[in-house]
C-alpha cells in the first residue's frame, strides 16, 4: 500500500509533464517505489500503470530494462561493479572476485546479515576512473583497487555498528 506521502510525490512528477504525455514519469515514479520499499514489487509496477494510464507490461518493461530499479529485496548496499571491457582491462573483473571472496557471495547474492549485495553492471561512464563501482544506484567509487574496497566495506560496516 502507497503512502500519502509516496502519492503526493508521484503526483508532483506527473504534474511537470502534459496530461497526455504523463507516462514520462515512469521512471521517477519508479524511483520513488523503490525509495519506500527497498525495491519495485509486481504491486507498485500495477500501482504506476493504472496511475499513469499504461499496460503493466510497459512498466514491467522499464523496470527489467534498467540495472538501477531492483525487483527484489536487497541488502542495504548495493555494490555494482563494472565489468564493461575497458574496466575488465584495467582490473574490474578482479575487483568483483575480490569482492565475492571478501563478502563470502557471488555475484548477485546478498550476504547473510543483509547489508551487501553484490551485482556486475555495464558500462557506468566513468572509463577513465577504473575499475569503477556504484554504492546504491548514487555514489560513484573510482580506482577500487583492492586497499580502497577493503576501506568501502570497512567503512559501511563501522556505519552499521558491524565492525
Known amino acids: 500500500?502507497?503512502?500519502?506521502?509516496?502519492r503526493a510525490r508521484y503526483d508532483r512528477e506527473i504534474a511537470k509533464y502534459p496530461p497526455d504525455q504523463k507516462q514520462?514519469?515512469?521512471?521517477a515514479c519508479l524511483a520513488i517505489a523503490q525509495?519506500?520499499?527497498?525495491?519495485?514489487?509486481?504491486?507498485?509496477?500495477?500501482e504506476i500503470a493504472a496511475l499513469l494510464g499504461m499496460p503493466m507490461i510497459a512498466v514491467h518493461e522499464v523496470t527489467t530494462f534498467y540495472n538501477m530499479y531492483n525487483q527484489h529485496k536487497l541488502g542495504k548496499y548495493k555494490l555494482n561493479v563494472c565489468t564493461n571491457l575497458p574496466c575488465q582491462l584495467?582490473?574490474?573483473?578482479?575487483a568483483l572476485q575480490y569482492l565475492e571472496k571478501k563478502l563470502?557471495?557471488?555475484?548477485g547474492e546478498t550476504t547473510?546479515?543483509?547489508?551487501?549485495?553484490l551485482q556486475q553492471s555495464e558500462c557506468l561512464g566513468?572509463?577513465?576512473?577504473?575499475?569503477?563501482?556504484l554504492v546504491n544506484d548514487r555514489t560513484m567509487c573510482s580506482?577500487?583497487?583492492?586497499?580502497?574496497?577493503?576501506?568501502?566495506?570497512e567503512g559501511l560496516r563501522q556505519s552499521e555498528g558491524k565492525a
Do not use: N, W, Y
Open 1 to 6: 500500500m502507497t503512502s500519502d506521502t509516496t
Open 112 to 117: 547473510a546479515d543483509g547489508l551487501f549485495t
Open 143 to 153: 580506482f577500487m583497487s583492492s586497499d580502497k574496497l577493503d576501506q568501502l566495506v
Open 126 to 133: 566513468a572509463c577513465a576512473d577504473s575499475p569503477v563501482m
Open 24 to 27: 514520462s514519469a515512469v521512471m
Open 90 to 94: 584495467r582490473d574490474g573483473l578482479k
Open 104 to 107: 563470502g557471495i557471488a555475484m
Open 35 to 46: 525509495q519506500e520499499h527497498g525495491f519495485v514489487s509486481q504491486e507498485s509496477e500495477r
